[in-house]
């Protein structure tokens, strides 16, 4: 605790941004999304990653603190892919409040078994950023609804 000259108790609060995470082998795709979340979604930091051992890594030194969302590609050459990641952390993800998506050029069946691996949603390639984003507004307004 720290202490004013008075006596009183100075309270620190400190209000953290949340995080949008998104990783993909691909820097232009990568690059791209991380430019209209930043533009659609300005009250989020969005970090970057270009591999499924970045982002684990990331998920070792610092878990979900701050993440609400992890946007994933799911081919990440080389090493783990996003289906993976998804099997791995989606737990961890849930009780932290994150949501995790995938995105796919490999079919339905692999964004509907990313679901049943505990994504919140997938979306087939080509990536419409239109559909991303109001699957992230749906994510936000379901979050509210339920804290109300």
Do not use: H
Request: hydrophobic letters at 35%; one cysteine or more; a neutral charge.
């Amino acid at each position: 605790m720290e202490f004013d000259l008075d006596g009183s108790i100075r309270k620190n609060i400190v209000l953290k941004k949340q995080i949008i995470l998104i990783a993909d082998d691909d820097s232009m795709s990568r690059d791209f999304i991380k430019t209209v979340f930043e533009r659609y979604f300005s009250k989020y930091v969005i970090e970057t990653y270009n591999t499924g051992e970045a982002v684990e890594q990331r998920f070792g030194d610092k878990g979900f603190d701050g993440v609400k969302f992890v946007v994933l590609d799911e081919v990440m050459d080389p090493g783990l892919r996003g289906l993976e990641l998804i099997k791995k952390y989606s737990s961890l993800a849930r009780s932290s409040g994150c949501k995790m998506i995938l995105y796919t050029g490999e079919g339905k069946e692999l964004g509907e078994r990313a679901i049943r691996e505990g994504a919140f949603a997938y979306i087939s390639k080509p990536i419409s950023l239109n559909k991303l984003e109001g699957i992230i507004k749906t994510a936000l307004v379901e979050e509210k609804t339920s804290q109300q």
